[in-house]
């Protein structure tokens, strides 16, 4: 199910790390690999990820890729879903007084 | 490593063979150290505190390096390397704390191994930047060269320096322990703050001796350091710090992060119980173990002796003739220049706050410009403010408009130290994962809605400082104005509060009332002023004064009139 879909069923939640080498942010994809954007993010029903959270976990540990690994609230925005805090969206695009820096300025 | 002598400067303490040896050593083990995490041979778990031991934090987009700068006084080849660190292993700047340290937002954890060793080169590196031990011991941005010191606060901080570093007893303290000293008649390092403030006084005999307050900070649950011995004298100057940090380390809380620090322990033991503790501990203490040695001390101080000043007259024709020519000099001359304690010289505060911009933050190329200035004007040495501005010590007052010129060219040049543009922010939710709320967006607007220079002089001394969450980093319990973000429900809100004061008078301000939004905040600001300016009984009288004396009634009537 692709991420806009998933989101149609409300109460959707991503999960995110850090990446351990250079700190990054990065964000579970589909097929269980890590991903740079959020574009690019697996959604998951909130009953679904605490069970994938923890599966994520325990890989990126044992592969020693990412830190820090959380699964965070999932809202839709003009039919996009966009993270549900300021927190996260700041995350996932930069500092809003940094415009020209993180991922929004890719 | 190529070691390339930062100390062959006035005031700067030259790093010996043995303070050489210990900071490589640390680089040569933090590089093992990330190289067994990144081979997954240690987990993060086992990591992190090691990490943090070297001042590699992870924030929101990356990870975050805290450099220490020692009592915030460095020398200009060490701000070169650091323009070029930020340069080659960040984006081309850096952000200037309120602990006179400097933090750059975007490192990589497998470059932090050869940043480490850059510094190294430089007799820099970013130990006891976190952790719970003894900080960077912070100063006066002005000692050596203020007209009003009595004692050099940085023979002090050194020593407290070299006898805190990997102090065994001091690497596992309950919680993060703050020193500042301040040897001024005017506190300009905010010492009542500190868990432990030392206020350093000359006695009749004219030797040195200090007033240690215990237990301030701010964070959850502000406190005002307590005055727990008047007069300690400089051979007791150790014993009595180990004794403090012996009393905190044997009766601190650590079974809750939140009532760790000293002034919880200050706090619930009482002042007086808590100084008996102190006392009986320093009784057991004082002795020729702990005897600091006048030898040690005037060694020390020879390292910080005064630059080779010119003998000038203190009046200065070129400074009179630019100040007639230039109203925009004139201004920051009147606001940014501090009076010196040698003839002709001058103290200038390098305002990091331009109208619109990011508190604290300077880019390479401004790093750059500082340290050539410094070079040119104030004998190779510079300084960091606790208040995020920078500051050329030993300037020529005939060469003060030159200065400036360059300065202002480089948006360096703005004219509000002390004055409502002057604001302290801390990096906040745009970088920090402890924060709630963004605190710069705001300092942003408040400086863009002041921007006016006469304005900000018509009002005055008036420090806003914003937090973006509770642990309070910009200090906004003790602005006369301070703002704590908060998050309602997923929307950033701030707290006002009012009266807090930072100098020797400490105050932590009051809520005013309820929080208002990012847009609201602004205008709920321009109406505190404008309160202010309507009722101070001259303009000699103080925001804070003018507060204390009417009351916070006129100010909350203007803001939540509508309500």
């Not at chain 2, 880019?363 to 500051?391: I, K």
């Amino acid at each position: 199910m692709s991420a806009k879909d998933r989101s149609k069923e409300g109460s959707m939640k991503a999960i995110t790390a850090n990446r351990l080498r250079d700190g990054d942010v990065v964000f579970l994809g589909e097929g269980g690999r890590w991903v740079e954007s959020f574009a690019e993010a697996a959604l998951f029903a909130r009953s679904d990820a605490d069970a994938v959270l923890a599966a994520a976990k325990e890989k990126a540990e044992r592969e020693q890729f990412g830190v820090d690994i959380y699964a965070f609230e999932v809202t839709e925005e003009n039919g996009v879903p966009v993270p549900a805090t300021m927190r996260e969206r700041i995350r996932t695009a930069g500092p809003t007084v940094r415009t020209d820096l993180g991922k929004q300025a890719a | 490593m190529n070691h390339i002598a930062p100390g062959a400067r006035a005031g700067i303490y030259h790093y010996d063979e043995i303070d050489r040896r210990f900071v490589a050593e640390r680089v040569e083990q933090f590089r093992k150290q990330v190289d067994r995490r990144l081979s997954g041979e240690l987990t993060e778990e086992e990591f992190k505190p090691i990490r943090l031991m070297n001042g590699l934090y992870l924030q929101l987009h990356a990870y975050m390096l805290r450099i220490a700068v020692p009592y915030g006084v460095m020398s200009a080849t060490q701000l070169r390397k650091l323009s070029e660190i930020g340069r080659v292993y960040d984006k081309g700047y850096g952000h200037f704390t309120t602990r006179q340290n400097l933090q750059y937002n975007w490192i990589k954890l497998e470059d932090t191994p050869a940043i480490l060793n850059a510094l190294a080169e430089v007799d820099m590196h970013a130990l006891q930047t976190s952790g719970n031990c003894v900080r960077n011991v912070t100063t006066d941005p002005f000692v050596g060269a203020a007209k009003d010191e009595v004692v050099d606060g940085r023979v002090y901080a050194e020593i407290l320096r070299q006898w805190t570093t990997m102090h065994p007893e001091f690497t596992y303290l309950p919680r993060k322990f703050k020193i500042a000293i301040s040897g001024a008649a005017s506190d300009r390092a905010a010492v009542r703050i500190h868990d432990v403030g030392l206020l350093a006084r000359r006695n009749d005999q004219g030797e040195a001796g200090f007033s240690f307050y215990v237990g301030g900070g701010l964070g959850r649950s502000p406190f005002v350091g307590k005055l727990v011995r008047d007069w300690v004298a400089e051979e007791d100057f150790l014993a009595y710090l180990e004794a403090i940090l012996r009393v905190y380390n044997q009766y601190g809380r650590r079974d809750n992060i939140y009532k760790a620090r000293i002034k919880i322990l200050v706090h619930e033991l009482g002042l007086e119980t808590f100084t008996a503790e102190v006392e009986e501990e320093f009784a057991r203490l004082r002795g020729p173990k702990y005897r600091l040695d006048k030898g040690i001390v005037e060694g020390i101080r020879h390292h910080f002796a005064p630059p080779p000043f010119e003998e000038l007259p203190d009046h200065s024709e070129a400074l009179e003739r630019a100040k007639a020519s230039d109203p925009a000099f004139a201004n920051w001359l009147a606001v940014n220049v501090a009076e010196h304690k040698a003839p002709g010289y001058a103290i200038a505060t390098i305002s990091l706050k331009p109208a619109g911009g990011i508190p604290g933050d300077a880019t390479c190329d401004q790093m750059d410009l500082v340290a050539d200035l410094a070079e040119r004007y104030s004998f190779g040495e510079l300084r960091v403010t606790h208040v995020q501005n920078l500051v050329l010590a030993h300037v020529k007052k005939d060469e003060l408009y030159d200065l400036w010129k360059q300065l202002d060219a480089a948006e360096l040049g703005s004219a509000n130290a002390g004055l409502i543009g002057d604001i302290i922010a801390c990096p906040g939710l745009d970088y920090c994962a402890l924060a709630n709320a963004r605190s710069i967006p705001l300092a942003q607007a408040i400086s863009a809605r002041f921007a006016d220079p006469v304005r900000q002089r018509t009002i005055g001394e008036l420090g806003i400082k914003i937090s973006g969450c509770i642990n309070a980093c910009g200090h906004h319990h003790v602005g006369a104005i301070g703002i704590l973000g908060v998050d309602k429900k997923g929307t950033e809100y701030y707290q006002i509060t009012v009266g807090g004061d930072a100098t020797l008078t400490t105050a932590i301000g009051d809520i005013l009332g309820p929080s208002v939004t990012e847009t609201e905040a602004v205008d709920a600001i321009e109406a505190i002023v404008d309160v202010y300016l309507a009722n101070r009984s001259d303009e000699g009288e103080r925001f804070v004064d003018t507060l204390r004396r009417v009351g916070h009634a006129p100010f909350k009537e203007r803001i939540y009139a509508a309500d």
